[in-house]
């Protein structure tokens, strides 16, 4: 029994570890620093209002496009990681925003989202990406306001 435990658990951390190595691991993967400022920049250079709201930015010069508005930024009780903003810029199927019609936001399971990877540079994506994380407010998960009752 002590073995059978101790096979167990070499396997458990062998399998575990394994996921952080190998060559699809994102281990040790990092964009440059980026800038908010130039960030904001290229938010608009790429008409991303055209589909995406922020609050305090108002869209200049975008394709009008009513019917969909992903909104980026503000209050959220999940944190907005670095890897998955790339991710959502690099790969926009790989996660469909939650809250929006399915027919809104893809096509036979494919984002809208036009595909930048040919156009946008590395700086404009670690610029951008900065700007995004930097415009997230994380907040406490509201916890459930329990009320105390009397027995009789």
């Known amino acids: 029994m002590k073995y059978l435990l101790l096979s167990m658990l ?9 996921c952080e190595s190998g060559v699809d691991s994102p281990s040790g993967f990092s964009l440059p620093e980026g800038d908010a400022v130039r960030g904001q920049s290229v938010l608009v250079k790429y008409q991303c209002l055209s589909c995406h709201q922020m609050e305090g930015i108002t869209p200049t010069d975008v394709v009008d496009n009513p019917e969909l508005s992903v909104k ?74 329990y009320r105390y009752y009397e027995t009789l």
Do not use: C, W
């Open 72 to 145: 980026l930024g503000g209050k959220t009780s999940g944190i907005k990681t670095y890897a998955e903003l790339v991710t959502s810029v690099i790969n926009p199927s790989h996660k469909i925003a939650k809250g929006y019609p399915k027919s809104t936001l893809q096509v036979d399971g494919v984002s809208k989202m036009k595909n930048y990877n040919d156009v946008m540079t590395v700086g404009e994506l670690s610029d951008l990406v900065f700007f995004l994380q930097s415009s997230y407010e994380l907040t406490p998960y509201p916890r459930t306001q």
């Open 10 to 18: 070499t396997a458990a951390v062998l399998t575990l570890s394994g």
